[in-house]
C-alpha cells in the first residue's frame, strides 16, 4: 500500500514509499511515462545514495533508526523538469538489438546501462510483445521512465526485428546515464579526499564520515563543456587510435544541440575529417533512414535539417574540410537534399480528410560515384504512393545537385556559405574515400 503525501511540506525529508507515491502523482499528466516503485524497484539506488529521476539526480538520506529518506523538494524539481519534456511518439531511434554493443556501454561507471538493460529484459522475457502486454507483474522502469509503454518493435524484410524508443526518451536516458556517470566519480573523489587528509580515528567514525559523504543531497556534478573546434581537420582514422580518445570526448557537450553530453566522434566518410563530438540522438537525426550501396530513403528528420534546424546541421556538415572546401554535402545528404529541397515542387499530393498530403515516401537512388560527378546521377522516386503509384520524379546530374546547394546554401545560411569555396583546398588528401554502404543498420555513426 502507497504511502499518503502530506501537500505543502516541499522542505522535509519523506520515505521511499512515499516519494514513489509522489512522483507517480505529479507527473501523471507528462507526454513520457513514468512507472511506480522509482525509488524502490530495481534498478533504483537508494541505498547506494542517489536516486535517477529522469536526468536528475536525487541524493537519499539515512535518517535515525536507519531508514533512507529523500528530500522531497528534489522529487518535485525532477517531475517539473521531465513534465516540460515534449514527445513525439513517431520520432523514433534504434536502441537494438544489435551484433556489437555501442562502445558507450562498456563504462563500468555507469551502472544504469540502459541500453544494455532492456536488451537484457526483452531477451529474457522474450520479446517486446510480452513485455508489452505485462504479462510480467514486476515494473518496467528506468530512471523513473515506464519504458514498456512506449517501446516500437518494426521488422525488417521480414526477418530481423529491431526495437526503437522516442528520441525525446532516449536523450533523457543518455542525460541520466551521464549525469550518474559524474555523480559516481564525484562521490569516489570525495571519499578518496576524506580517506586521505584526514583519516578517522575510530570505526564507527569512519562509518559515518561514509555515510556523510555518499549521501550529501547537494553532491557536484560536473556539467559538459562546450565544444569550440579543438578537433577540426584531424583525421578520424588518426585520432580514433589516440589513447584517452573516448573520455576526452565525453567531456563536451553535443556540438549540434548544445545541451546533452557527447557519446560519438561524428565524422565524414567520404573525406575521413572529424566533424564534432555528438550526443547519440543528434548522430542518429543525422543518419539517413535507410541506407543501401546506392540507395537512401529519404525520412522525415530531414524537415529538421533543411528546414527547422538548418544553419546549426549545415554547419556541422560544414566542419569536415573537404564537404567544406567544396560547398557540397557527402554524397547520400546532397541525394536527400536534392529530393526534399530541389525537387520539392514535383511531389505530387492526394486529397485526404486533412487536406492535400505530399505523396508516398520518398527515395533517392544513384548510379555512379561522387569521385566521377560526370558519371553520377541521382533519380529522385516516390515509394508507397496510396493510388499504388510508383513515379520517378527527376534525374539530376550530381554536377547539377551540387550547384543547386550551392545556390541554395548561399540564400539559407550565407555565414556557411561565406566559410566555404574552392580557396579552402590547402592539405586536402588527393583522393577522399568513397561512401561506405551500411546495409546492416548496425553502424550509429555513419557519416
Request: charge should be positive; proline fraction near 7%; hydrophobic fraction near 35%.
Amino acid at each position: 500500500m502507497s504511502e499518503r503525501v502530506i501537500p505543502g511540506r516541499t522542505d522535509g525529508l519523506i520515505t521511499l514509499g512515499a516519494a514513489d507515491a509522489l512522483w507517480v502523482d505529479v507527473t501523471a499528466d507528462s507526454a513520457v511515462p513514468t512507472a511506480s516503485g522509482a525509488f524502490t524497484r530495481s534498478p533504483a539506488h537508494a541505498r547506494a545514495g542517489y536516486v535517477l529521476l529522469g536526468g536528475h539526480v536525487v541524493a537519499t538520506v539515512r535518517a535515525s533508526g536507519g531508514q533512507w529518506r529523500v528530500p522531497e523538494l528534489e522529487v518535485r524539481r525532477a517531475a517539473a523538469e521531465l513534465n516540460a519534456v515534449g514527445m513525439d511518439r513517431h520520432d523514433l531511434i534504434r536502441i537494438g538489438p544489435f551484433r556489437k554493443a555501442p562502445s558507450q556501454e562498456c563504462d563500468e561507471e555507469t551502472p544504469l546501462r540502459w541500453r544494455r538493460r532492456i536488451t537484457g529484459e526483452l531477451q529474457q522475457l522474450g520479446g517486446p510483445e510480452r513485455v508489452a502486454r505485462g504479462e510480467v507483474g514486476r515494473p518496467y522502469h528506468l530512471a523513473g521512465i515506464d519504458w514498456r509503454r512506449i517501446l516500437v518493435e518494426q521488422a525488417r524484410d521480414g526477418t530481423q526485428r529491431t526495437w526503437w524508443l522516442p528520441r525525446a526518451v532516449v536523450r533523457l536516458l543518455d542525460a541520466a546515464e551521464h549525469t550518474e556517470t559524474q555523480w559516481v566519480r564525484a562521490a569516489r573523489t570525495r571519499q578518496a579526499g576524506a580517506s586521505v587528509t584526514e583519516p578517522p580515528s575510530h570505526p564507527r567514525q569512519a562509518r559515518e564520515a561514509d555515510d556523510r559523504q555518499t549521501t550529501s543531497p547537494g553532491g557536484p556534478t560536473v556539467s559538459p563543456r562546450p565544444y569550440n573546434g579543438e578537433l577540426e581537420g584531424q583525421l578520424y582514422s588518426v585520432l580514433s587510435r589516440k589513447p584517452g580518445t573516448s573520455r576526452r570526448m565525453a567531456g563536451w557537450a553535443c556540438a549540434v544541440c548544445r545541451t546533452a553530453p557527447a557519446a560519438v566522434l561524428d565524422h565524414c566518410h567520404e573525406h575521413g575529417y572529424v566533424r564534432a563530438p555528438v550526443c547519440q540522438s543528434c548522430n542518429t537525426q543525422e543518419r539517413p533512414d535507410h541506407l543501401y550501396s546506392n540507395d537512401i530513403r529519404v525520412a522525415n528528420r530531414y524537415t529538421r535539417l533543411f528546414h527547422i534546424d538548418t544553419d546549426h546541421w549545415l554547419r556541422h556538415w560544414h566542419r569536415c574540410p573537404g564537404c567544406r572546401a567544396r560547398t557540397t554535402l557527402p554524397l547520400p545528404h546532397l541525394a536527400a537534399w536534392t529530393a526534399q529541397i530541389a525537387c520539392r515542387s514535383l511531389r505530387p499530393t492526394h486529397r485526404t480528410s486533412r487536406g492535400r498530403q505530399p505523396c508516398g515516401v520518398l527515395r533517392v537512388s544513384w548510379t555512379g560515384s561522387q569521385n566521377a560527378p560526370r558519371s553520377c546521377l541521382l533519380t529522385v522516386a516516390v515509394d508507397f504512393c496510396p493510388s499504388g503509384e510508383h513515379r520517378v520524379l527527376a534525374r539530376v546530374p550530381y554536377r547539377e545537385a551540387a550547384e543547386r546547394f550551392g545556390l541554395w546554401l548561399a540564400e539559407t545560411a550565407p555565414a556557411v556559405a561565406a566559410a566555404a569555396g574552392p580557396d579552402r583546398l590547402d592539405g586536402l588528401p588527393a583522393q577522399f574515400r568513397p561512401v561506405i554502404a551500411d546495409t546492416s543498420g548496425e553502424g550509429l555513426a555513419l557519416f
